[in-house]
C-alpha cells in the first residue's frame, strides 16, 4: 500500500468520524480497567471549551497545537521512533490531539471511536501515548513508527508551522 494510499486511509478515517464511527466496535484489551467500554453518553458532552468564545479557543488550539507538537518531537527521541514518510500523516494526528486536549482536556487518540470520550479520556488508555504504544510501540495512528515499519521516514521533528499546514483543510468534527 503506498504511502498516499495510507495518507487518504487516516485523513477518511479522521474526518468521517462519527459516521464511520457507527460501523467500528471499539476494542480494548481484556483484564483492563475491568469496566464495560460499551456506555453511551446520555446528553450532551461535557466539553471543556463550551464556556469559551471564539477567540479564546483559537488561542487554547494554538497553544495545545504547540505543545502536542514538542511532546510528540520529544516523544519520538526518547522511543528512537519516526514520523512517517507522509508528514500530513502526523500533522493530522497532532491536530487530532490537540483538539481533544482543548475540548476534552486530555490527548484522546484522534483515530478511534469512543461511545463516551470524556470517560475514555478520564480512563487514559488511550490517552496519547496510549497503553498499546507505551508497551509494545504500537501507534494505530501512525503518529510513532518504529524503524522496521515501511511507511516510517527519516524524520524525527516537525514544526508547528508544518502541522498547521500540512493539517488545513482536515476539518476535524470533535
Keep these: ?3 498516499s494510499r495510507i495518507t487518504i486511509l487516516v485523513l477518511a478515517s479522521l474526518m468521517l468520524g462519527e459516521v464511520a464511527a457507527a460501523f467500528i466496535v471499539p476494542t480494548r484489551p481484556v483484564g483492563y480497567n475491568c469496566r464495560s467500554t460499551s456506555t453511551t453518553t446520555a446528553g450532551r458532552l461535557n466539553l471543556k471549551d463550551e464556556n469559551m468564545t471564539p477567540e479564546e479557543r483559537e488561542i487554547a488550539l494554538e497553544k495545545a497545537t504547540k505543545a502536542m507538537t514538542a511532546f510528540s518531537n520529544k516523544y519520538i527521541q526518547n522511543t528512537c521512533t519516526k514520523y512517517c514518510s507522509d508528514l500530513s500523516i502526523p500533522a493530522v494526528v497532532i491536530k487530532g490531539l490537540a483538539e481533544h486536549k482543548v475540548t476534552l482536556g486530555a490527548p484522546l487518540c484522534p483515530c478511534r471511536y469512543y461511545d463516551d470520550k470524556e470517560k475514555e479520556a478520564k480512563d487514559g488508555y488511550w490517552n496519547c501515548p496510549c497503553v498499546p504504544m507505551r508497551e509494545r510501540h504500537e501507534c494505530h495512528c501512525m503518529l510513532f ?3 522496521d ?3 516510517a521516514g527519516e524524520g524525527t521533528e516537525i514544526s508547528y508551522e508544518e502541522v498547521v499546514d500540512l493539517s488545513s483543510g ?3 468534527g470533535m
Design 145 to 147: 513508527l518504529t524503524e
Design 170 to 172: 482536515a476539518g476535524m
Design 1 to 3: 500500500m503506498s504511502v
Design 149 to 151: 515499519n515501511n511507511f
